[in-house]
């Protein structure tokens, strides 16, 4: 993988990150965040695919691996769902 397709596919994973967190309604962080919740969003919502039999929807191939974007949304969503369920859980509401 060259340094160009890891760059691309760290936009992409920003992106969904930076969309799954909007869907849920609450900010993880800035960019960096963004990207580790793209990630850690595929791979929630790869299993939760293959747990439900669900086949890739919409995957972007880059350099050779394969970025599932339609899940990492989704994954991404629940995941900073439930970040955010524990943040309030530990530290309360701010208002």
């Known amino acids: 993988m060259t340094l160009t397709e890891l760059l691309i596919l760290l936009v992409i ?3 969904c ?3 799954g967190q909007s869907l849920a309604g609450y900010d993880l962080g800035g960019c ?3 990207i580790v919740v793209g990630f ?3 791979y929630i919502g790869l299993w939760l695919a293959g747990k439900f039999g669900l086949p890739e929807i919409f995957a972007i191939r880059v350099g050779g691996k394969t970025f599932p974007i339609i899940w990492a949304v989704v994954g991404s969503a629940l995941f900073t769902l439930i970040i ?3 943040r309030g ?3 309360g509401r701010r208002i």
Do not use: D, E, W
């Open 13 to 15: 994973a920003a992106i």
């Open 17 to 19: 990150g930076a969309v």
């Open 32 to 34: 960096l965040v963004s």
């Open 89 to 91: 859980a530990i530290f």
């Open 84 to 86: 955010a369920l524990i």
């Open 40 to 42: 850690i969003g595929a």
